[in-house]
């Protein structure tokens, strides 16, 4: 739990530090940089006047930036003031926030692959959870390794990149019911086991049969994605991690789309449920725990690009339009606009979190 709530407060300080840092390099003067809300229980305060303060409920942070607040009254000659420098380093200290955790990704992903390695192309289907009544009860264990059907090697992703997700499940069909021979690979031995399917049934308890009427055999298993790791040349290794957090911005965009289609479902999750995610992922291995934050950084980063109200994003537009069209928007418009924004966003988030915390219980 603890490596859970560090890696959750590891997101938030990347993200406010990037503001920080931005503005007080564009001339800004910061009151404040918070991990977490609430009364602080540790604060300091550094020479140019900043406090630094921890709170006792880690679910986010802020930097607060003289005269950032729009309702705010702004001395016109305060030269440190986040509304009285030029647009385009107001812009830059918005933007600071998710470049950082864009950053932090590159940097996580540099050190995953120069001391673990990466992932093999190939992937094979592996052994997750058995159901108590399962065919392979008693026969497989969970986190073995499946490499090949009666003989025939098999994968999930092949040596040339070929996607067969649906093989496994297809060749024990195909036997329907006859016992089948599996070669697996157990904490580094590898042994032969024989498993007789059985019949698959749908959550009615029917008898399962697929689209040309055959009946369903399962060995009643949850397949899971394995792989091994490998290194590779420092000059690919610094490649591969520049390239994460593009093509992991496309996988989660791609993702998005498909929920809004309605191809694919929503699972909202807060606070909570991030911790939880962590506490699973370390649990099971430090890198699955940095390969979380690795997913989570970019995540952070790309949603507080969207064009939203009280996100980055959401003021970038108005900062846009101030540089675009030379005057500034209506403060009125955008006061109404953010503080919106604002209220929706804890009404989301207490509604999120009160679903997390009931999902526990």
């Given amino acids: 739990m603890v490596l859970a709530l560090l890696a959750l407060s590891f997101l938030i300080f990347v993200h406010e530090a990037g503001h920080y840092v931005v503005a007080r390099w564009c001339g800004m003067r910061v009151e404040r940089f918070s991990i977490g809300f609430g009364p602080a229980i540790f604060k300091v305060k550094n020479k140019s006047g900043t ?12 930097v607060e930036i003289r005269g950032m607040n729009i309702a705010e009254e702004v001395d016109p000659d305060d030269a440190q003031a986040y509304a009285n420098r030029p647009v385009s380093l107001r812009f830059a200290t918005i933007l600071a926030g998710p470049a950082t955790n864009w950053i932090s990704a590159i940097a996580l992903a540099l050190l995953l692959y120069a001391v673990f390695g990466v992932k093999t192309q190939e992937r094979w289907f592996g052994v997750g959870a058995i ?5 392979a009860k ?23 990149g070929k996607v067969t997700a649906g093989a496994l499940p297809t060749k024990i069909s195909d036997k329907q019911g006859a016992p089948v021979t599996i070669m697996v690979k157990r904490k580094g031995a590898i042994r032969d086991v024989t498993i007789t399917p059985k019949l698959g049934k749908n959550e009615d308890g029917t008898l399962a049969k697929d689209a040309s009427g055959r009946q369903i055999y399962r060995l009643g298993f949850r397949i899971e994605e394995q792989f091994d790791r490998v290194h590779v040349s420092a000059g690919s290794t610094l490649a591969r991690a520049f390239r994460y957090p593009v093509d992991q911005s496309a996988a989660i965009l791609s993702g998005l789309y498909q929920v809004v289609t309605g191809a694919a479902k929503a699972e909202l ?3 909570v449920r991030i911790v939880e995610e962590f506490n699973a992922a370390f649990e099971s291995s430090f890198v699955d725990g940095l390969e979380l934050l690795m997913v989570l950084s970019v995540y952070l980063a790309l949603i507080n690009l969207f064009p939203l109200p009280a996100l980055d994003g959401g003021r970038l537009v108005f900062l846009g339009y101030e540089m675009i069209t030379r005057r500034r928007a209506n403060p009125k418009i955008e006061t109404t ?17 009160y679903k997390d915390v009931a999902r526990l219980f």
Avoid at 138 to 160: F, H, N, T
């Fill in 51 to 62: 406090q630094f303060q921890v709170t006792p409920i880690p679910f986010g942070g802020f």
């Fill in 131 to 135: 159901s108590d009544d399962a065919a």
């Fill in 138 to 160: 008693g026969v497989l264990e969970s986190g073995d390794r499946v490499l090949a059907i009666d003989g025939e090697p098999i994968y999930l992703v092949s040596p040339e």
């Fill in 269 to 271: 999750g807060g606070p």
């Fill in 337 to 353: 606009v953010h503080m919106a924004g604002v209220l929706l966003l804890m009404v989301v988030m207490v509604m999120v979190t």
